[in-house]
């Protein structure tokens, strides 16, 4: 899928990083301060984080070092994501009577094939099968979801994969296919943990999509798609929202945010909640090429809220794609945007679940995470790609945010998580001044050695120890222009 859209607040920031690191700690005094982690006052529970594959399952499939590549997302050594994004595609049903999945396509087959040098809809089917296969019994990802661009286009007001609405007649053919979809992936042991009946629904997108309001989104919910899914005792979440703007909506564009069609809908649909949801966003901002209105001087930026009405009905918050279309930047300057693009996200949206758009393509923007070489064979990994893995490999499934509180007037980020005994610490250092604190916990007690993780220019997750000299606090570095995690355990 290609995107038109690119996170404006990036710009600023990276400005801001233009200095050597080892010129910047020579010259620059260190910051003193304290962090105190408050261990009892939780916040939202963490779901996890991940990538979406979707339309790009089929370059995956093809690419001769695949089984290094996923790895690299999923392995212990790499990203250890739990989340994996498909699609569930609209040619599965070209026809009324066509009810298969084609899931007994031959997957095996050998990577010199020069059929895969072609795109079809044959090979992606294919793609997806043996990825989500390969992730869910090779690295056990704990939750595989998957997104609907477009119904079959003979449900289709315009008979076509792209644009256009659901047929009110066909909304029953509709939950039907999504439940079927269930099914059949169940069948080969990939059951699906939560299916999306619309990817970006507010967005008439040239490739596979379909207008939704989020009038007609609450009733096909909770008339149709809730009911059946009980009805066939589907286990699988529903999705809901997926608009491409997390929480602005530009009436000149008549653009809704995914917060104002998520609230319309549990609102308007308070049933709604009877079912089982996640309430879903996607964190970009609209580019100069499809809007022509500034505001404030500046291409409109989305707004990192929280869904609050969501929030008040126990309703997870998930990011569900969240990339930039920028030229392709592998750089530390890159990787630290981000990395206070999921902070906020994190602590001023209280999201449950990250998930980046792509995990590995052919690409020469910043969509993807791994560069694919279209030799079929290379790869590259952008330093937004280690910081991910400073959130994703050291935050565990099921944790819980809780709150930080540190000395005022530094340039430093930190948010902090904990599950059983142990806690995680992430820390974003974006200036350019090496920054000296102590961390000390309130509720619980220290105990024993803190484990850090360095990303920055030169390295990627590099681990240190550091020892417990005062039963009360470490001491704690972080260089310039970095991320540092730290894992450590206390005693309750």
Same mark, same amino acid.
């Given at each position: 899928?290609?995107?038109?859209?690119?996170?404006?607040? &990036?710009?600023?920031?990276?400005?801001?990083?233009?200095?050597?690191?080892?010129?910047?700690?020579?010259?620059?005094?260190?910051?003193?301060?304290?962090?105190?982690?408050?261990?009892?006052?939780?916040?939202?529970? %963490?779901? !996890?984080?991940?990538?979406?594959?979707? @339309?790009?399952?089929?370059?995956?499939?093809?690419?001769?070092?695949?089984?290094?590549?996923?790895?690299?997302?999923?392995?212990?050594?790499?990203?250890?994501?739990? %989340?994996?994004?498909?699609?569930?595609?609209?040619?599965?049903?070209?026809?009324?009577?066509?009810?298969?999945?084609?899931?007994?396509?031959?997957?095996?087959?050998?990577?010199?094939?020069?059929?895969?040098?072609?795109?079809?809809?044959?090979?992606?089917?294919? @793609?997806?099968?043996?990825?989500?296969?390969?992730?869910?019994?090779?690295?056990?990802?704990?939750?595989?979801?998957?997104?609907?661009?477009?119904?079959?286009?003979?449900?289709?007001?315009?008979?076509?994969?792209?644009?256009?609405?659901?047929?009110?007649?066909?909304?029953?053919?509709?939950?039907?296919?999504?439940?079927?979809? /269930?099914?059949?992936?169940?069948?080969?042991?990939?059951?699906?943990?939560?299916?999306?009946?619309?990817?970006?629904? !507010?967005?008439?997108?040239?490739?596979?999509?379909?207008?939704?309001?989020?009038?007609?989104?609450?009733?096909?919910?909770?008339?149709?798609?809730? =009911?059946?899914?009980?009805?066939?005792?589907? =286990?699988?979440?529903?999705?809901? !929202?997926?608009?491409?703007?997390?929480?602005? /909506?530009?009436?000149?564009?008549?653009?809704?945010?995914?917060?104002?069609?998520?609230?319309?809908?549990?609102?308007?649909?308070?049933?709604?909640?009877?079912?089982?949801?996640?309430?879903?966003?996607? &964190?970009?901002?609209?580019?100069?090429?499809?809007?022509?209105?500034?505001?404030?001087?500046?291409?409109?930026?989305?707004?990192?809220?929280?869904?609050?009405?969501?929030?008040?009905?126990?309703?997870?918050?998930?990011?569900?794609?969240?990339?930039?279309?920028?030229?392709?930047?592998?750089?530390?300057?890159? !990787?630290?945007?981000?990395?206070?693009?999921?902070?906020?996200?994190?602590?001023?949206?209280?999201?449950?679940?990250?998930?980046?758009?792509? @995990?590995?393509?052919?690409?020469?923007?910043?969509?993807?995470?791994?560069?694919?070489?279209?030799?079929?064979?290379?790869?590259?990994?952008?330093?937004?790609?280690?910081?991910?893995?400073?959130?994703?490999?050291?935050?565990?499934?099921?944790?819980?945010?809780?709150?930080?509180?540190?000395?005022?007037?530094?340039?430093?980020?930190?948010?902090?998580?904990?599950?059983?005994?142990?806690?995680?610490?992430?820390?974003?250092?974006?200036?350019?001044?090496?920054?000296?604190?102590?961390?000390?916990?309130?509720?619980?007690?220290?105990?024993?050695?803190?484990?850090? /993780?360095?990303?920055?220019?030169?390295?990627?997750?590099?681990?240190?120890?550091?020892?417990?000299?005062?039963?009360?606090?470490?001491?704690?570095?972080?260089?310039?222009?970095?991320?540092?995690?730290?894992?450590?355990?206390?005693?309750?």
């Amino acid at each position: 899928m290609k995107l038109y859209y690119i996170l404006a607040f &990036g710009t600023l920031l990276c400005s801001q990083l233009c200095s050597s690191a080892s010129a910047a700690m020579a010259s620059e005094e260190p910051y003193n301060s304290g962090i105190v982690l408050r261990w009892k006052d939780c916040k939202q529970r %963490i779901d !996890g984080f991940g990538i979406a594959q979707a @339309g790009w399952a089929k370059e995956l499939f093809a690419f001769k070092n695949r089984e290094q590549v996923m790895d690299k997302m999923f392995g212990k050594d790499g990203l250890r994501l739990n %989340i994996l994004r498909g699609e569930i595609f609209p040619h599965y049903w070209e026809n009324e009577t066509d009810k298969g999945f084609n899931l007994n396509d031959d997957i095996h087959i050998e990577l010199s094939d020069s059929d895969f040098i072609n795109k079809s809809d044959d090979l992606l089917r294919r @793609g997806q099968l043996w990825l989500t296969l390969k992730a869910k019994h090779k690295y056990h990802i704990s939750k595989l979801v998957f997104s609907t661009w477009s119904a079959p286009a003979w449900m289709k007001s315009n008979g076509k994969v792209s644009n256009g609405r659901l047929k009110t007649e066909c909304y029953t053919d509709f939950a039907n296919y999504l439940a079927a979809f /269930y099914n059949a992936y169940k069948s080969k042991g990939i059951a699906p943990y939560a299916i999306s009946p619309s990817n970006e629904p !507010g967005y008439a997108a040239p490739w596979n999509s379909s207008l939704w309001t989020a009038d007609e989104m609450g009733k096909f919910i909770t008339s149709y798609l809730g =009911p059946t899914f009980r009805k066939e005792n589907i =286990p699988a979440k529903i999705i809901f !929202g997926e608009n491409p703007l997390w929480a602005v /909506y530009m009436p000149q564009l008549k653009m809704v945010s995914s917060k104002d069609f998520t609230d319309t809908i549990l609102q308007n649909y308070p049933e709604a909640k009877d079912f089982n949801l996640i309430a879903a966003g996607h &964190g970009y901002s609209l580019s100069p090429d499809i809007m022509p209105i500034k505001v404030d001087k500046e291409y409109l930026k989305t707004a990192i809220l929280p869904f609050e009405m969501a929030e008040k009905a126990d309703i997870p918050v998930w990011i569900t794609e969240i990339s930039d279309v920028n030229p392709l930047d592998i750089s530390i300057h890159d !990787g630290l945007k981000w990395a206070v693009t999921f902070h906020n996200y994190l602590t001023k949206a209280n999201v449950n679940a990250i998930i980046w758009w792509g @995990g590995a393509m052919p690409t020469s923007n910043n969509e993807s995470l791994i560069i694919l070489d279209k030799n079929r064979k290379d790869f590259l990994l952008s330093k937004r790609y280690d910081i991910f893995g400073n959130f994703s490999r050291y935050i565990p499934e099921e944790s819980t945010r809780i709150q930080v509180t540190q000395s005022s007037g530094i340039p430093l980020l930190i948010s902090a998580y904990k599950k059983d005994d142990e806690y995680t610490l992430v820390t974003i250092n974006s200036s350019k001044q090496t920054i000296q604190t102590s961390l000390r916990l309130d509720g619980a007690n220290i105990n024993g050695l803190l484990k850090q /993780y360095i990303t920055n220019e030169d390295n990627s997750w590099t681990e240190m120890a550091i020892v417990q000299e005062n039963k009360e606090y470490y001491n704690l570095t972080i260089p310039p222009y970095s991320v540092v995690t730290f894992v450590g355990k206390v005693r309750l």
